[in-house]
């Protein structure tokens, strides 16, 4: 693991779940603070937020940025709250509502890894992350998150 990363990640964990993902999420998904299309086609902005809120052309501030991000987040962790049956910690609802950011609460709501998670085999489901690593069928590339 980045030992920066690691850093972030020790720092967060006094915060719980949601700050524990935010630091995921701003790590891997870098910032772009005008609208761009990502990977799979998708308007996206600031995080990788996505929605028909994106006003393409507007320069976003960092505060709607981390507003979005935080807004997203909270949405994603209640997903994982509604559907996930057996016990998480902490370090796992945050990669569980960083799953659901990047892939939605109905990809995640219909996936195997729900399936196996929630008949307690916690080990298949984290080998099913390892599926989730295509954007419009094409292999997503691995990256460290960059400022733009």
């Known amino acids: 693991m980045n030992p920066e990363l690691r850093k972030r990640l020790i720092k967060a964990t006094a915060g719980g779940a949601i700050a524990l993902a935010t630091v995921l999420i701003q790590w891997h998904e870098g910032v772009r603070y005008t609208p761009y299309r990502d990977s799979g086609g998708v308007l996206s902005v600031c995080y990788g937020h996505t929605g028909s809120d994106i006003v393409p052309g507007k320069r ?53 890894l729900l399936k196996k998670l929630n008949a307690g085999d916690t080990s298949e489901a984290c080998d099913e992350l390892k599926r989730w690593d295509k954007a419009g069928g094409s292999p997503i590339p691995s990256r460290n998150a960059t400022k733009r």
């Open 60 to 112: 976003y501030t960092a505060a709607e940025c981390q507003a979005l991000l935080d807004s997203d987040l909270k949405a994603a962790m209640a997903v994982v709250d509604a559907n996930v049956t057996v016990p998480l910690t902490e370090s796992q609802k945050a990669a569980l509502a960083s799953f659901v950011y990047n892939v939605g609460s109905g990809a995640f709501e219909r996936s195997t």
